[in-house]
């Protein structure tokens, strides 16, 4: 089901890609890099004033599912959709479609760990609101939405890696 809404989403928003193919350069990386740092510092920072986040069993859809899956949909609906539509309805400053964007993004997240069992923490809400941000800045400075795509992607295979190293020295 994940794969058929994975291709779906690529199809709907294909002229949203490939154009983020075509203007994708070092200078997006760069940025999606700094955003990257300031996201991983606030998120190490809510960790220990706040406590752990939530564990997850791993397996390779799971991983696929996390590091591939999760990001290309979600930011081609919270970034492209969501933000493509306030633009429409609000026409406001890009902070407050930042702000919205974040907010949908976080509670999204909240709705699948409750659904995943998990009882989720401020930590994960602050968390997933602050990748929510970092995702619809870099989508909204470099208009690229792969630059929100990659940063998502390079956040979630930090988080396996983080997993997976936790799992291996248990």
């Not at 959709?81 to 999204?108: C, G, H, R």
Request: net charge neutral; charged share 15%; glycine share 4%.
């Amino acid at each position: 089901m994940y794969a058929l809404i994975f291709f779906l989403s690529i199809g709907i928003f294909y002229p949203f890609l490939r154009e983020g193919f075509k203007t994708f350069d070092k200078e997006i990386l760069n940025e999606i890099s700094t955003v990257f740092l300031i996201i991983a510092f606030l998120s190490v920072l809510i960790q220990v004033l706040l406590g752990e986040g939530e564990e997850k069993a791993l397996s390779a859809s799971v991983i696929i599912k996390i590091i591939i899956f999760s990001p290309v949909i979600e930011e081609l609906f919270n970034r492209c959709a969501v933000i493509t539509i306030l633009k429409i309805i609000l026409k406001a400053d890009n902070v407050i479609y930042m702000l919205i964007s974040a907010v949908i993004f976080a509670m999204f997240h909240i709705n699948s760990l409750k659904q995943s069992g998990f009882m989720p923490e401020i930590s994960n809400l602050l968390i997933y609101f602050i990748l929510g941000m970092g995702c619809a800045y870099v989508y909204l400075r470099t208009n690229n939405i792969l630059s929100a795509i990659v940063l998502h992607m390079f956040w979630n295979v930090s988080i396996v890696a983080g997993m997976i190293s936790d799992i291996a020295h248990r």
